[in-house]
């Protein structure tokens, strides 16, 4: 009987050693071979269960795996162009710099190692799935707003002065007040800045009471009389 040869074109996988038999006889068919990023598919053919009557190859057919990214960015806003797989054909992929309000990006931890980069670059024919954590710089510049409200005579506040200040990110302040002469200045209020910069505080200014005594030089007595300053004065007989 003739003996027939069997080779295999792994198309880049690991190498499998042809075999051969007698024409006819039993193929003992050889485990699948591997390729980094695939996972093998078939043979192109299918390997027969027995020799045929001619020498003949077989080429692997190969799937390439999907890898993961994935980023943890604290609810903030990934750069459009910032994928979420990969695999080993993937052209180069450099991440871009995600975006959050009142906060500068800083750097990427994660699957880039244990030195945090400010630049990623996922190398072609890379494997394994990914994952990234954003890390922020707060800004110093975050704006809020200081209003300052001056009480009435009818006792509600009106605003006469806003103040457009701006402090650091996620820290607290306390602004300062005002001093308005026959007004009592408020307690200072600690805020904490909101990255969105919507944080505001409202200082209130009572109307000082003021204390009218009368020295009647030995007439009757007269009690002394209070009230806010500027109210009408109700005049005693």
Do not use: C, M
């Amino acid at each position: 009987r003739k003996t027939i040869t069997l080779s295999f074109n792994t198309n880049g996988g690991s190498t499998i050693n042809a075999i051969s038999g007698k024409y006819g006889a039993t193929v003992s068919k050889p485990s699948d071979p591997t390729k980094t990023g695939y996972t093998f598919g078939w043979w192109n053919t299918a390997i027969p269960n027995t020799f045929p009557a001619e020498n003949a190859t077989y080429t692997a057919s190969w799937n390439v795996v999907t890898y993961t990214i994935t980023y943890t960015l604290n609810g903030w806003t990934n750069a459009s162009g910032n994928p979420s797989s990969y695999t080993v054909e993937s052209n180069a992929i450099t991440l871009s710099a995600p975006t959050k309000a009142w906060y500068t990006f800083a750097w990427w931890t994660g699957s880039n190692g244990t030195t945090a980069q400010t630049s990623v670059t996922i190398a072609k024919w890379s494997t394994g799935n990914k994952s990234y954590t954003a890390n922020w710089t707060a800004n110093t510049n975050t704006p809020y707003k200081v209003y300052h409200q001056k009480e009435k005579l009818d006792g509600t506040y009106e605003t006469v002065e806003t103040e457009n200040l701006s402090w650091t990110t996620d820290t607290k302040v306390t602004p300062s007040r005002k001093s308005y002469a026959w007004f009592t200045s408020p307690s200072g209020q600690e805020i904490t800045i909101k990255w969105d910069g919507t944080a505001s505080v409202t200082y209130k200014y009572a109307r000082k009471t003021i204390t009218l005594s009368f020295n009647t030089n030995g007439g009757s007595t007269i009690n002394a009389i209070s009230g806010k300053y500027g109210a009408t004065v109700s005049k005693p007989s």
